[in-house]
């Protein structure tokens, strides 16, 4: 589904990512761990498409297509969606606008028809469900005095409504209560399908507890130096980072 | 002096005898005071510390008709596009300042809602009662206007009345004088306990440079409540100084809404004197425009009573090479204790071409009083704009939701929801987006 091959990134005048080489195949579900400052985030927000970072070599390959001169809107319409670490607040726009506006968006960028009303209602009904949300949120503003495990959620109810093929979830469980963490597991295992991938960033096994990866890369110093499979995570969450960071030293 | 000036001048001489009202020596009398004060003052400049960022000579040094005719045969269908299609309203159509009862509903039933012309000819003690006392002598252009006027709305709601359905108010230009001057005045009495929703505009709709000085003076009295939305998008060819001064009294709530999308020059002074306890005064206002637009809100409220409330609220969105100013002054005299005001001006540029000048200015002279001031000018968030296109929305929907999110809490306060969503209409266009639904 996605191949990326020597992938190289900086943001200003700082070098971070440093040839990424990773390749992740529909069903798969794929967790990439490692201390802060490695180039998690950072290879989310390229694969999303932020400006802010300039790719300075490598390639990203999306079901055949360039996937770097797109612009973050179009990678959206093939099928991507990042999962913010910290969603932004819009005031003024409710949640179901927005999720409306982004859906038949998306399906314009794609050429098809907007979702009919009564459609885009009963998928809204049950991605809530879903997500445990009470259907007041709908008409709140998006993510404007939202706590940090409604923020989470909402994240996730945007993927549920969107269904993309490629969902890259940036600590996800970060700032999450153990119920609200199993919730948001239990959406996204909901939504896996033999067509879609995951790509699950975090510092922490628990998350992985509940969403369970096929593979698990460790990122240090903006490359993968360590994939394996859910082992890695549970290695890790026994011996911490030190010893990666003496074996790349 | 400018040319301009002197032709105001010489103008006058012609035309004093022959303008409404002239029959009526307490009007004769103030339209000479007010003439002379202007003769001794002349057209403000940029020295002028309330003018300091607006130029008017620009739009002053076209050879400007001051006595229009209006003969012109505009007919509904030219104009039917600047009013509310979709609402029943009572319609007070002026052309080249001149009232057109064939265009206009007015009515005398259980309120006057006629000209001003026949207020200047008919109600001589009403006149003497309101006329003047809510403008301020001394100004200029309410001088240059009181010295002019001779037509314009005239709107008088007795105790206890709700007029049934809202009064716009047009002002059509026509290029039938050429560059033309208009001087229209507007006087609205709203008397204790009464209520009245008014619309008003001004729009030229010839290829001839205008320029419009107005003047509307409110009187809410007791109780009274009072709706007053401003819509200006006007052609690139009209200039606007709009006066618009407001008395309250005791309990009376006062919402003038100026929403401008359009003109070559506007300048809205916008005059609030809160003068009984427990009065509300609420201003608020959209400015979106673009190339060679300038938009200028300098508003005052006097708070002279204890225990009232002011909420001001103006947003800006700035394209292309476009200039807005906001002078904002609130004025908390040593009477006014347990005064709440609030005060706030965000801007948001979206060309580098473009430019704000803010200034918002408290003074106060009472010790138990909340007042809250603020202004913003920035851009549109990056975060906040990657965000949307990362879930599909293209750049510019994007930043016409972002802008638009930005700028809809100043039309909260509209009463008549065919205005929202006329309003919601005109600022998705100047955007340039198609906005499918009302945020």
């Not at chain 1, 003024?92 to 998306?106: D, R």
């Not at chain 1, 460790?218 to 490359?223: A, I, T």
């Amino acid at each position: 589904m996605i191949k990326i091959k020597d992938l190289q990134a900086r943001v200003e005048e700082k070098e971070i990512l440093r040839g990424i080489n990773l390749e992740i195949g529909p069903g798969e579900v794929h967790a990439i761990m490692g201390p802060n400052g490695s180039g998690k985030s950072t290879l989310s927000s390229v694969i999303a498409g932020r400006e802010d970072y300039e790719v300075t070599g490598g390639a990203i390959d999306f079901e055949g297509e360039d996937l770097l001169d797109l612009d973050p809107e179009e990678r959206a319409h093939k099928g991507i969606f990042l999962s913010f670490q910290y969603p932004v607040e819009i005031p003024g726009v409710t949640v179901s606008n927005f999720i409306k506006t982004a859906i038949n968006e998306s399906r314009k960028g794609r050429g098809e028809e907007p979702m009919e009303a009564r459609e885009m209602l009963a998928k809204m009904r049950e991605k809530t469900a879903l997500l445990e949300m009470d259907k007041s949120y709908l008409s709140r503003s998006l993510n404007e005095g939202f706590s940090g495990g409604e923020k989470k959620r909402n994240e996730i109810f945007q993927m549920a409504m969107l269904e993309p093929k490629l969902a890259i979830l940036d600590e996800t469980d970060s700032g999450l209560d153990i119920d609200a963490l199993r919730i948001v597991a239990n959406g996204v295992n909901k939504l896996r399908s033999e067509d879609n991938a995951v790509v699950v960033i975090t510092h922490y096994q628990r998350l992985l507890d509940y969403i369970e990866p096929d593979f698990v890369h460790v990122l240090y110093n903006g490359k993968i130096v360590k994939s394996g499979d859910k082992n890695l995570a549970l290695e890790l969450e026994a011996k911490g980072y030190d010893w990666i960071k003496a074996e790349n030293a | 002096m400018t040319d301009l000036a002197q032709d105001l001048l010489s103008s006058f001489v012609v035309a004093e005898a022959g303008l409404n009202g002239a029959k009526n020596l307490g009007v004769v009398n103030m339209r000479k005071e007010a003439l002379d004060r202007f003769e001794a003052s002349g057209f403000p400049t940029t020295r002028d510390e309330e003018w300091k960022y607006t130029n008017l000579k620009p739009v002053l040094k076209h050879d400007y008709k001051i006595m229009l005719k209006s003969e012109s045969a505009v007919s509904f269908g030219d104009i039917k596009q600047y009013l509310l299609s979709d609402l029943d309203t009572y319609k007070l159509v002026f052309i080249n300042g001149k009232y057109s009862s064939w265009l206009s509903e007015s009515t005398h039933q259980s309120y006057d809602i006629c000209t001003f012309a026949a207020a200047l000819n008919k109600y001589p003690d009403v006149l003497a009662e309101y006329l003047g006392k809510a403008a301020p002598a001394g100004e200029t252009f309410v001088d240059l206007n009181t010295a002019f006027a001779d037509d314009g709305a005239y709107i008088r709601v007795k105790a206890n009345q709700t007029v049934d359905k809202p009064i716009e108010i047009l002002y059509i230009t026509t290029d039938e004088n050429g560059t033309s001057f208009s001087q229209n005045r507007n006087l609205i009495i709203v008397e204790q306990n009464a209520e009245v929703q008014i619309l008003e505009r001004h729009q030229n709709l010839g290829d001839a440079e205008s320029f419009t000085n107005f003047v509307s003076e409110v009187f809410a009295a007791r109780d009274a409540r009072v709706s007053y939305y401003k819509v200006q998008n006007d052609s690139d060819k009209a200039s606007l100084v709009d006066n618009t001064h407001v008395k309250q009294a005791t309990g009376s709530n006062v919402h003038v809404g100026t929403y401008s999308f359009g003109g070559k020059l506007v300048r809205n002074n916008l005059h609030f004197y809160s003068g009984g306890e427990h009065a509300e005064s609420h201003m608020d206002g959209i400015t979106i425009i673009g190339d060679g637009q300038t938009v200028d809100h300098h508003t005052l409220v006097d708070h002279q009573e204890p225990n009232c409330y002011s909420r001001e609220l103006y947003k800006g969105i700035y394209l292309g090479k476009s200039h807005g100013v906001f002078n904002g002054k609130v004025l908390v005299r040593q009477k006014a204790q347990k005064t709440n005001a609030f005060q706030q001006n965000d801007n948001i540029l979206l060309s580098d071409k473009a430019k704000v000048d803010t200034k918002p200015q408290l003074e106060i002279f009472a010790d138990d009083v909340r007042c809250s001031h603020g202004c913003t000018v920035g851009q549109l968030d990056k975060n906040a704009l990657f965000y949307l296109r990362s879930r599909g929305i293209p750049k510019r929907e994007a930043q016409g939701l972002m802008t638009y999110a930005f700028a809809s809490d100043a039309l909260e306060y509209i009463k008549i929801p065919q205005l929202q969503k006329r309003l919601n209409g005109v600022i998705a266009e100047k955007l340039g987006i198609n906005l499918e639904f009302a945020l």
